[in-house]
């Protein structure tokens, strides 16, 4: 497929994809992978990747290795082998490999993978983006960014790489670099609701409630997907406990047996119920 043009198939709308959940789920700004609780909703709309064509074809390559495996974390892996297989020096095989092992936790088989791909095409910058969220899944954020931002280099016009950053600098506890990346997601794509959610809870984090306020009122007006419990979370971290707690009442009114949500889990821990919140 590399000797196919990407006129030939049109350029992707994503990066990889093994489990048709996206690289990257936002339960707000939580990193994690393909569904898992953290980095629901799919971040991979928050942008192409946008390389070169090279990369473009890795990235096409790979989620079509993924994504005719059907469902099943066994025939997502065993796709991406037979892939290697058929030639051991195509990097987006590799990259394919790394990211089902990832959707599944095996880390030191995703990031052996991860690094043969990038040994074989060093300027994927797909694989250099998803690549740093598992270096910051396993805390080492100065790997990360240093990843991240090297993919940035490669398609500076990425508003899913700037996310990407973003998001590293909110888990890494570096609030206001969070805030200016996250500004910089939105000169690329003024409805990242993610973004607007990045800059709520570093505000948040940051004591200025007004800000916070003013940003979830930005990603409830670009998105119909803004979880109504943020506002119970901002309640609770400005010290509104009580107004906090009646939000928090009005859902489970209206939701009863409702699945987790992971800002009704902080909404009780800024409200002290340390183990409910838990």
């Given at each position: 497929d590399r000797r196919r043009t990407v006129g030939d198939r049109g350029a992707p709308t994503g990066g990889l994809d093994p489990a048709g959940a996206g690289v990257l789920a936002v339960d707000g700004p939580e990193i994690g992978v393909g569904g898992a609780?953290?980095?629901?909703?799919?971040?991979e709309?928050?942008?192409?990747?946008?390389?070169?064509?090279?990369?473009?074809r890795a990235i096409d390559g790979a989620s079509r290795v993924l994504q005719s495996?059907?469902?099943?974390?066994?025939?997502?892996?065993?796709?991406?082998?037979?892939?290697?297989?058929?030639d051991e020096s195509l990097a987006e095989g590799h990259a394919a490999l790394a990211h089902?092992?990832?959707h599944h936790h095996r880390w030191a088989e995703a990031e052996h993978e991860f690094r043969i791909a990038l040994g074989l095409d060093p300027d994927s910058a797909s694989t250099l983006q998803i690549f740093a969220i598992y270096l910051a899944i396993q805390?080492?954020?100065?790997?990360a960014l240093q990843r991240a931002e090297a993919a940035a280099r490669l398609a500076p016009a990425s508003s899913l790489i700037a996310y990407t950053i973003s998001t590293i600098h909110f888990?890494?506890?570096a609030y206001d670099e969070a805030i200016a990346a996250a500004r910089r997601t939105l000169?690329?794509?003024?409805?990242?609701?993610?973004?607007?959610?990045?800059?709520?809870?570093?505000?948040?984090?940051?004591?200025?409630?007004?800000?916070?306020?003013?940003?979830?009122?930005?990603?409830?007006?670009?998105?119909?997907?803004?979880?109504?419990?943020?506002?119970?979370?901002?309640?609770a971290r400005s010290g509104n406990h009580a107004e906090a707690r009646a939000e928090l009442r009005k859902?489970?009114?209206?939701?009863?047996?409702?699945?987790?949500?992971?800002?009704?889990?902080?909404?009780?821990?800024?409200?002290g119920d340390t183990n409910a919140g838990f």
């Open positions: 609780a953290g980095f629901d909703g799919d971040a709309g928050q942008g192409d990747v946008g390389g070169g064509a090279g990369d473009r495996a059907g469902e099943g974390a066994e025939g997502r892996t065993e796709a991406a082998r037979k892939a290697i297989a058929l089902v092992y990832f805390g080492r954020f100065e790997e888990h890494s506890g000169e690329f794509d003024k409805s990242s609701d993610a973004s607007y959610q990045i800059m709520t809870r570093a505000y948040a984090m940051k004591g200025m409630h007004r800000e916070a306020k003013a940003a979830f009122s930005e990603e409830v007006r670009v998105s119909s997907k803004a979880h109504p419990l943020w506002a119970a979370y901002l309640l859902w489970d009114q209206s939701h009863p047996g409702a699945r987790y949500e992971f800002p009704y889990a902080l909404a009780l821990l800024e409200c």
